[in-house]
Structures are given as structure tokens and as C-alpha cells.
């Protein structure tokens, strides 16, 4: 809907939330608190083994559009990132969904090692 009404700075942000919120619920459905942006992605990778780095670059952008006056997003390149943050949250959705009680142990004992 945001596109359609060429609102690209906010469909960025929106599309980044989205991956980021994702995110938080894997984390959470693990029983790990964070409240970084920048840990929570870096948790992906280091705890979870999954391929972080479509949000990286997902919120790049968003900071560089909602930040950098100078950068200013198009329709393209708004279309893309939101089809990528629909994959990317259909896949780690899944893999959260798929979780079993061994498999939160397990990155729960990752993470205190980690800290």
C-alpha cells in the first residue's frame, strides 16, 4: 500500500521492521532478551546460523533513506526490498516455527557462553 502511494522512505522502514520484528520473535520464542538492533542481527548469525545478511542491508537502507535527505528511494528499488523482506520473514518464521525444546536449549546455551 505504501509504494502505491509512493511512500518509499516509509516502505523501507516498514520493509526493515518487518525483518526485524522477525527477528525479535525467534529471539523471544528462544527465551533471549535483546534490545539492540545491531546484537539482535549479529545474534541471528552467531547463535541461530542463519544468513543475516539481507537485514544488514535492509537496514542500511533504512537508515541512509530515513536519515540521509540525499538518498532518496525508488519505486525498484522499494519493490525488491520488500519482496526480500517477505522471503526473509516467511524463512525465519519457519525456522522459529520448527524450533523443538532441544533446539532452544541448545541456542540458549550458545548464547550464555557468548555473554
Known sequence: ???DNDLFEQSVSM???SMYYSV???LFAS???CENHTAAIVL???IFGRDNSEIEDAKRERIDKQYY???TPVRKEVVTLIRTAET???DLRDFTDRLTSRDIDQFRKKFTTMI
Open 1 to 3: 500500500m505504501l509504494p
Open 15 to 17: 520493509a526493515y521492521y
Open 24 to 26: 525479535m520473535a525467534l
Open 31 to 33: 527465551g533471549i532478551k
Open 44 to 46: 541471528l548469525m552467531e
Open 69 to 71: 535527505v540525499t538518498s
Open 88 to 90: 526473509f520473514n516467511a
